[in-house]
């Protein structure tokens, strides 16, 4: 909070919406979970913002979503609270699978904050997807790729690239 950093976190369960509350301004829902309705009513009953992961679903089931979602906290919720990530869901997406064209799907068709989440090892489709309107850009971090054989290291920004990204978006 000092930095001005603000802490959130992915629910993995339903039960973990309510512990996360407590610290989170926002709380994210992973791409598998999207589809998890109780994980979902035990997030719009909090007062969190919620980032929903889109990857690995169609757009008929977000669109099934949002509808949800509206009927139970209606239009002024989704537009306060809620924002999706265009997801690729691939380790690590080529940057011609990025699929940052939705971006600009998902703004016009729902009126909501729109992200991207990024599995590429590049910035490109970070900034095609701020180019398209991104509001959120969601990436890996790591202090060093030297050395580390997690597959996320592999996709992930060192401090360089990460503050070389952020540099870039902002201009």
Known sequence: ?????NFFSTAVT????YRLNK????????SGDMSF???IDNLIKTNSKIIISTGMHTE?????????????????Y????????QCTVSYPT????????VINNFKKKYNLTIGYSNHSLTMGPCLAAVANGAKIIEVHFTDTRKNK?????NLSFEPTELKNLITISND
Request: aromatic letters at 6%; one cysteine or more.
């Open 1 to 5: 909070k000092k930095r001005g950093i």
């Open 14 to 17: 339903e039960d973990y919406v």
């Open 23 to 30: 610290y989170c301004e926002v709380i994210k829902v992973a």
């Open 37 to 39: 309705l109780p994980l």
């Open 60 to 76: 008929k089931e977000v669109d099934n979503l949002i509808r949800y979602i509206s009927k139970k906290k209606g239009k002024k």
């Open 78 to 85: 989704l537009k306060n609270k809620l924002a999706l990530m």
């Open 94 to 101: 080529p940057t011609s699978e990025a699929n940052v064209n």
């Open 149 to 153: 054989t997690f597959h996320d290291h």
